[in-house]
């Protein structure tokens, strides 16, 4: 997640100190759980040879199996496509479960669309306390395949905002969404995993660019330390 969001917000010249520091925290969580970043036998087995590009292929694959469930339409078109948006979704952004959260429009966690891009506005969420509200800008090619899913999903009459959707047409529930990624990773790569996996496998991909988000990070702590002695060395009263 905070790796996408940091490259994402450098290319369209957002602020990103929030999300650099979002993602040296997801850094320093996952060593403090398994020691220097080293994997468990098990995680290291469930890791295709590919790492995270693995994922983009398989959402090709998936989407492209559905392609007549999706073409008949009904709820199991409808539950299908969803599934589609959820592994090509996790090919790119590196979220937990969280993406069941997100409404279209409204909500607390919200999907919108401005001029052509789609961006999630997190507002609820594990960090929230912390980091407060975020936004996630989306790829122009992940916007235009929300877009399709959207207009798809706006032929059924949902008593629902959210963006994926169950078997019966409800909101999809994280659990939902964390077996879709199970089943879907098992059946095209041989094992299956969810987000946590995911997210190893983006942070491995990504190693230079959170190494980097580290060091800077550490410069701004540093530069913020200097700057209160300095204010306090100038105003030894207060």
Known sequence: LSVGALKASQAYGVKNEKWLAAMVADVNEYKSQRGKQKLTDAEKSKIPDQGFKALKKISTEFK???KTDIARGGLKGLYLYSQ???IRFYSEVAFRNDLATVEINEGENKLTKKRGIYSIEMTNYKASDKLG?????LSRAL?????KYIKYRAKF???HAYLLVGPTGNKLSKKGLGNILNQITKKY????FGTRIIRIMKA?????TIEKAKKKQERI?????????KAKQANPSE
Do not use: C, H, M, P
């Not at 509200?133 to 800008?137: L, Y």
């Not at 916007?143 to 877009?147: G, H, I, P, Q, Y």
């Open 189 to 192: 790569l041989g094992t299956g």
């Open 204 to 208: 491995q991909s990504e190693k230079d």
């Open 221 to 229: 702590e540093k530069e913020k330390k200097k700057e209160k002695e």
């Open 64 to 66: 492209r199996s559905i």
């Open 157 to 159: 009459d949902l008593k």
């Open 84 to 86: 589609a948006i959820v």
């Open 143 to 147: 916007s235009n395949v929300f877009a």
């Open 133 to 137: 509200k975020i936004d996630v800008e």
